[in-house]
């Protein structure tokens, strides 16, 4: 196995390997991403997770009914 190594940037998750890497035939490849930094236009998640409790005392089953949705 040979190691190639270059920079490129990501677009819509597609990574473009330079046209000297990508006239040869490769059949199989192993690829290691390291990134340098993160996006600063990003912004922070603002999701809060909280409980949530539901009182299934008396509630039944029905397997069949189920099925039919």
């Known amino acids: 196995m040979h190691a ?8 819509d998750g597609i990574i473009h390997v ?4 990508s006239e040869e035939n490769f059949s199989r490849v192993r690829v290691i991403l ?7 236009d990003s912004e922070p998640c603002n999701s ?3 409980a949530m409790r539901l009182k ?3 509630f039944t089953f029905n397997r ?3 099925h039919e949705r």
Not at 5 to 10: A, G, H, L
Not at 18 to 21: A, D, E, N, R
Not at 34 to 40: E, G, H, N, Q
């Open 64 to 66: 069949e009914e189920a």
């Open 4 to 11: 190639y190594e270059f920079n490129t940037i990501v677009r």
């Open 48 to 50: 809060k997770f909280t």
């Open 34 to 40: 390291l990134a340098d930094s993160v996006k600063k």
């Open 56 to 58: 299934t005392k008396g």
């Open 18 to 21: 330079p046209k000297q890497f």
